[in-house]
């Protein structure tokens, strides 16, 4: 994991998500499959036609240890992206999550995996294998452009998108926002005066 991947892994995606002013946050209908999930990495991005998840599995054997697969699946919540047996897949060649705005199946068996996913339900249906999607492209995930390469985040909050191109800044301005955030919680904890005067600069 390279350093800058490092550091956003230990900053809560409300403050990344602050940082850019909401403006890269996907639908907070995408949820984790189990809430103490938490993952940060960079994109290796998937446009999936509805209802075909070959391009699922290139990306699996294409995307290096350490990527979260970014599976834009046009919403589509009847016909999964994967199951617990692709899932199973991505796990053992070190991917480490699966971000979608797409649905899942096979649900008990991919919570076994302890395998960090965000997704929007799921179903029953299968998908089928017709060759088509495209791989390692700018695509758009649950209304949020994403980038090949660009540093995806996601905790029981939602899911945030770092622009590659912005990163550095935006981790910069995170942890400054972070350390603030901090010092006023520290300020005002237990402290009923200062939770009045705190409130009373907050209504001027």
Do not use: H
């Not at 075909?52 to 054997?61: F, S, T």
């Not at 008990?108 to 390692?136: C, D």
């Amino acid at each position: 994991m390279s350093e800058i991947v490092s550091a956003f892994q230990v900053i809560p995606t409300t403050c990344i998500s602050d940082t850019m002013q909401g403006l890269n946050n996907m639908d907070p209908s995408i949820k984790p499959l189990k809430e103490e999930f938490r993952i940060a990495g960079r994109a290796y991005t998937v446009k999936m036609p509805v209802g075909d998840n070959q391009c699922v599995l290139r990306a699996i054997r294409e995307a290096k240890p350490g990527d979260i697969i970014v599976v834009d699946a046009k919403g589509d919540t009847y016909r999964t992206i994967a199951g617990d047996f692709i899932l199973g897949l991505a796990q053992t060649l070190g991917i480490k999550g699966i971000v979608t705005d797409g649905v899942i199946r096979d649900i008990l068996g991919v919570k076994k995996l302890n395998f960090p996913v965000f997704y929007k339900g799921t179903t029953v249906a299968s998908s089928a294998k017709g060759g088509w999607g495209e791989v390692n492209v700018p695509i758009s995930c649950g209304g949020t452009s994403v980038s090949p390469g660009d540093i995806i985040v996601a905790d029981a909050d939602g899911v945030v998108v770092v622009p590659k191109e912005i990163e550095e800044e935006v981790l910069r301005k995170a942890k400054e926002k972070l350390v603030k955030d901090q010092e006023r919680d520290e300020k005002v904890s237990g402290k009923p005066d200062e939770v009045i005067r705190y409130l009373d600069s907050m209504l001027k």
